[in-house]
Nanobody, 120 residues
Framework: QVQLVESGGGLVQAGGSLRLSCSAS????????MAWYRQAPGKERELVGV???????IYADSVEGRFTISRDNAKNTMYLQMNSLKPEDTAVYYC??????????????WGKGTLVTVSH
């Protein structure tokens, strides 16, 4: 069964750091692309960064240089290291994994999200 589970959210002061984790099952290799999204109160969900199976990571302009996506294949886990956090980074952060079906269409899978709150 495909499952994505986020962890690591919490309350942090502005300027601080947090690392989010996304545990993927049955395997991180089940997905040809993984990503982090976030949704702030009253706003639409937005892309934070993308990690393709091969190739370079891509980040939203708002987090470029502050956030880093990485992976540990042995642990089937993707990470989001967030540094220099700002109050506007406050949001629920979601892990996304994309599979390809037999017809070549993308199938999106989502975790339930983890809340990050950045105080002034």
């Amino acid at each position: 069964q495909v499952q994505l589970v986020e962890s690591g959210g919490g309350l942090v002061q502005a300027g601080g750091s947090l690392r989010l984790s996304c545990s993927a099952s049955p395997s991180i290799f089940s997905f040809h692309r993984m990503a982090w999204y976030r949704q702030a109160p009253g706003k639409e969900r937005e892309l934070v960064g993308v990690m393709p199976r091969t190739g370079s990571r891509i980040y939203a302009d708002s987090v470029e240089g502050r956030f880093t996506i990485s992976r540990d294949n042995a642990k089937n886990t993707m990470y989001l290291q967030m540094n220099s956090l700002k109050p506007e980074d406050t949001a629920v952060y979601y892990c996304n994994g994309v599979q390809e079906d037999v017809g070549g269409l993308d199938i999106d899978h989502w975790g339930k999200g983890t809340l990050v709150t950045v105080s002034h």
